[in-house]
């Protein structure tokens, strides 16, 4: 008997687990989320939220999701911005810093009286409270205000402030005072004053669905897309709005999501994944302030300082770019290299830089003291040992650099590059100088091999095809033409207009392309 009712428990087990997806269907409310193979895969009671953020939760409603919009710790949204303020009193670099403790927070940015308006008919501020701070800031008499986000203040604040901006010396902050429900004006006050504030997101709101034809979809997914058309597709996007979404054809599709022609899909830190005609394609990419240099096969990134430094300085900025001071190993390098400071930074002023190899403490004379590279995958070779192009006057730099007496007396000698004068390809050649000479900062990264497809060639974030002319200059020497060759960019000079041989060279001039 006893066995009888442990089969009977068990197969009213068995039962309730093969119909909890039957049950969970039919429970009153409740929402369902199903799976790829059709089986249920979540079910969220009726009055239940999910996926809350700071602004945002999504909430199970009689069997459908709702985005409900909230604030944390009050319920006043005004612009799509959440708002709060203090009932303390402050100065206004203090209601800043305490702003901003709050993650995505900063002093209110009145960009629009709108904004003002909703203030106070939303009561987002108490009645007993009259003069607020918000993210106004003139730091001196003769600079207009700005908001926090470096935004100018519009006219039609700056013209009601009272008193006049004249009539404060230093820095000087805005206020916003309530004169009564309806209301209100602006003050100029010295910003070490006292005063409540408001504290608003600095990012509106954002939805985490979007509903469509009476169903809900998060943000990023395809909503429907074009039987006969890749490129056409509506997607559930940020706003939580649903967009349709039309790419240039020829398109690529990347996790679901259509690309048109030449559009990157993908950045990382030293390469780009783009859409060319149809097809993903992976290329080299430089960070913010960096120029991608292509030679022999390889992509390295660039950068030179605007201003001039001493070794240990340049090293320094350097690193602050997360970079390290260029190391030449190639003549194709030197080239390429040379090339980019001829026609780019030439005009700037860059007539001598630093690079990365030094002797950094001098030996005594019985000892040999080379140059030698001091980053990267040379690090510690000698740079005579890898390639060299010493100007004339420097082939010492070569050589044992304690057998110059001139050098050997001083604790460190870097590496340098130095313009000619010359117009003609060789325009900067190799030196080696004291470090306490200022020079450009040259800084090297994100050497790698090149991610190019086929010939096609990448310049300023467009691909070219084999044999396009990417640009040229014709009339403010020095003149130059840029061609895709083979998938490497190639500048070459050119003779400018007006000059005594006007001739254009063909595209085509100075390589073979291939047969069409």
């Known amino acids: ?289 960096f120029t991608l240099l292509t030679y022999n096969g390889v992509a390295s990134c660039y950068h030179v300082s605007k201003e001039n430094y001493n070794s240990k300085e340049a090293y320094g900025h350097c690193k602050r770019l997360n970079s390290e001071m260029a190391v030449v190993s190639s003549e194709g390098e030197n080239h390429a290299l040379e090339n980019h400071l001829f026609y780019n930074n030439l005009h700037g002023g860059c007539k001598n830089g630093w690079l990365g190899a030094a002797v950094r403490q001098m030996s005594p004379p019985n000892f040999k003291t080379y140059l030698t590279w001091q980053f990267g995958m040379l690090r510690g070779m000698p740079v005579a040992s890898i390639y060299e192009d010493f100007c004339e006057p420097y082939g010492h730099c070569s050589r044992n650099v304690a057998d110059v007496s001139n050098v050997a007396a001083v604790p460190e000698v870097i590496l340098g590059i130095t313009y000619t004068g010359s117009q003609e390809t060789n325009n900067y050649c190799w030196n080696c100088t004291h470090g306490y000479e200022l020079k450009n900062a040259i800084c090297e990264t994100c050497v790698s091999c090149e991610h190019r497809y086929s010939d096609v060639c990448l310049d300023c974030g467009k691909i070219y095809d084999n044999g396009e002319v990417i640009n040229q200059e014709t009339e403010i020497a020095p003149c130059y033409k840029k061609v895709c060759n083979h998938g490497i960019v190639e500048k070459k000079s050119i003779a400018c207009k007006g000059s005594s041989d006007d001739t254009i060279d063909d595209p085509t001039d100075g390589f073979t392309l291939p047969p069409q």
Not at 210 to 239: A, F, H, L
Not at 266 to 275: E, F, N, R, S, W
Request: glycine letters at 6%.
């Open 1 to 289: 008997m006893r066995d009888r009712y442990i089969a009977l428990i068990f197969l009213i087990a068995t039962v309730a687990l093969s119909t909890a997806e039957q049950t969970c269907e039919h429970t009153r409310g409740s929402c369902i989320t199903y799976g790829p193979d059709g089986k249920v895969e979540s079910c969220t009671p009726n009055g239940v939220y999910i996926e809350r953020t700071t602004c945002f939760y999504n909430v199970c409603r009689n069997g459908n999701w709702e985005s409900k919009s909230t604030c944390r710790d009050t319920n006043c949204q005004v612009g799509g911005r959440c708002i709060m303020n203090s009932r303390g009193y402050s100065s206004w670099e203090e209601a800043r810093e305490i702003c901003r403790m709050l993650p995505g927070y900063d002093l209110l940015n009145v960009e629009d009286e709108e904004i003002v308006k909703s203030l106070f008919t939303k009561h987002c501020v108490p009645k007993i409270l009259k003069s607020f701070w918000v993210g106004g800031r003139s730091s001196s008499k003769s600079n207009p205000f700005a908001w926090t986000n470096g935004k100018p203040v519009s006219t039609s604040i700056t013209s009601q402030v009272q008193p006049p901006r004249d009539s404060i010396f230093g820095p000087a902050c805005l206020a916003l005072e309530k004169a009564s429900s309806n209301t209100h004006y602006w003050r100029d006050s010295s910003c070490s004053d006292k005063r409540s504030f408001i504290c608003a997101m600095t990012e509106p709101c954002k939805p985490l669905i979007c509903r469509y034809n009476g169903q809900t979809y998060n943000i990023g997914e395809v909503v429907w897309k074009s039987p006969t058309c890749e490129c056409t597709r509506m997607i559930c996007q940020p706003d939580g709005q649903v967009h349709l979404v039309q790419k240039e054809k020829p398109c690529c599709l990347y996790h679901d999501r259509p690309y048109g022609n030449n559009e990157v899909v993908v950045t990382g830190d030293c390469y780009q994944i783009l859409c060319h005609k149809g097809e993903l394609v992976s290329v080299p990419h430089c960070p913010e302030n």
